[in-house]
């Protein structure tokens, strides 16, 4: 099992930028693939981006293509979230993702606030 622990959350006024890390706890890191999720007040949990065991693939959301982008570092463990252009609409407590290659199980962070004010 994978513990992950999120960081970077804030609130911030529309146009600005954050930068959100996910640390996971387990060596093995590098065998996960990453991803990222957020829950608007009043909505289901969705989808915002994901990243490759190596790093070499990504992929988004629409809603948030062009603006944010999705990392990791192996050596550190870690995945990241740049995220730019930030709109009132991408307040939501954002979620770290970890899917383990071969049974598929998922393992979630605890969760960081991002509000954004107009």
């Known amino acids: 099992q994978v513990q992950l622990v999120e960081s970077g959350g804030g609130l911030v006024q529309a146009g600005g930028s954050l930068r959100l890390s996910c640390a996971a706890s387990?060596?093995?890191?590098?065998?996960?693939?990453m991803g990222w999720f957020r829950r608007a007040p009043g909505k289901e949990r969705e989808f915002v981006a994901t990243?490759?065991?190596?790093?070499?693939?990504?992929s988004y959301a629409e809603s948030v293509k062009g603006r944010f982008t999705i990392s990791r570092d192996n050596t550190k463990n870690t995945v990241y979230l740049q995220m730019n252009s930030l709109k009132p609409e991408d307040t939501a407590v954002y979620y770290c993702?970890?899917?383990?290659?071969?049974?598929?199980?998922?393992?979630w962070g605890q969760g960081t606030q991002v509000t954004v004010s107009s």
């Open positions: 387990k060596r093995t890191f590098s065998t996960y693939t």
């Open positions: 990243i490759s065991r190596s790093g070499g693939s990504t």
């Open positions: 993702n970890a899917r383990a290659t071969l049974t598929s199980s998922d393992y």
